[in-house]
Each structure stands twice: as C-alpha cells, then as structure tokens.
C-alpha cells in the first residue's frame, strides 16, 4: 500500500513497485484516515510505504499511529525531506527503511531487499548516530506509540483545539465516548491536561524534528 496525496507520484511509484520490486498489486490512499480504514480489513498489505506531509496529520504522528495499526508490518518512509534528523528520528519511531522521494528504481529495489532481510534501509551517505536524539522528542515519540489509532485521531482533534462535543460530531461517536478516550489518553501520556497532550504531540512534529541540533 502506497499512502501519499499526490496522484501523480502515486501511479510512478506504482509502476516502479510493479516493475522493479516485483510487487502484483499496488493500492493507494490519500489519507491516513482512509488507509487505517482499509488496513482494518483482510487481507492486509505485506508492506505500507507512507508520505509524512498528508492532509490529515502532522509530523511523525501518521507513522506513529499507522505502526500502531500495522503491527509488524513493514512502513517505509517516502517523503521528499530527506534530512538525517528526519531519517533518524523516523527510523527510531519505528520505520523499517527511509527512501528519498525521488529515488531513482535501483533505490526503492535496494530499499525492499534490504527490509526483506530484515534488516533498516537508510539512504547512502546517511549515517545514523548510536545515540538517540532529543530526549524529550524520543519520550513524546515512546508515549504516543502507547496511544490506539483512535485515540490517535482524537489526540490530532485536540491539536486542532476542538472540544469533546465537536469531536464526538466528527468521529460520529458520543461525547461520553470522547471523554472516556481523552481520560485514557493523558493517562498514557502521562499529562494531566489537554494542553500537556498537545506540547507532547508537538515535541514530534517536523518544526521539533528540524530544529532539534543533534
């Protein structure tokens, strides 16, 4: 599955999975919602390849809650930053490899036999530091991998600034519902306000990732 919202980009990668990688069947999403919706359905993709920049989520949030949902299931980041503090963040908050967008076929081949070995692809010329990055952004990226896909987007909604009634409207759920959810995910984020939530979402956004001098 490829999950990226330009459609140009997703019929090229397409072809190229089709006729260098050897891949049969290709599906593509536009959003995070809407692949989340399908990966909840049999069968599920050998291996999910996902743009970062999308419409509805910010940062490594999209990576974070699709490892959620996946499991062991391969994600691959492609995406056109290609900074070594985005690649290694991304690599530490779960990725099984990082592909330029760009790339040229031998790359994304490389990239695919490299992860079936089971082992990370990162780009040539990229090292990745031993050490861990930013130990606040790290804690953020620990604690929002404990969130559910749910709680997830309810966390995005808060980011947003928008109260339990307008997020029970969105999600068609009730607003109980939303409290309960709210509750659970301060516990796990281990905060004791909305606005504690979303200073730990923030920690794992780009602005976090980029600025961070490690």
Do not use: W
């Amino acid at each position: 599955m490829v999950i990226d919202d330009h459609p140009l980009f997703c019929d090229a990668l397409s072809m190229t999975l089709k006729s260098a990688v050897g891949i049969a069947r290709v599906e593509t999403s536009d959003h995070l919602e809407d692949a989340l919706s399908r990966l909840g359905q049999a069968p599920r993709p050998d291996i999910v390849l996902l743009d970062l920049n999308l419409p509805d989520v910010t940062g490594l949030d999209g990576l974070i809650r699709l490892k959620t949902a996946v499991g062991e299931t391969p994600v691959v980041v492609v995406s056109s930053m290609a900074d070594p503090r985005l690649i290694g963040t991304a690599i530490r908050a779960g990725a099984a490899g990082f592909v330029p967008k760009h790339s040229p076929r031998d790359v994304f081949r490389a990239a695919f036999a490299t992860i079936a070995e089971g082992e990370v692809y990162v780009p040539d010329g990229v090292v990745l530091s031993d050490q861990t990055g930013a130990p606040a952004r790290d804690d953020a990226i620990r604690r929002l991998a404990l969130l559910t896909p749910q709680q997830g987007r309810i966390l995005q909604l808060i980011c947003a600034g928008k109260l339990n009634k307008q997020i029970a409207f969105d999600l068609s759920i009730a607003e109980t519902t939303v409290k309960a959810h709210v509750t659970a995910i301060m516990r796990k984020l281990g905060v004791q306000s909305r606005t504690q939530a979303v200073l730990i979402a923030q920690e794992a956004s780009f602005s976090g990732v980029m600025t961070d001098p490690s």
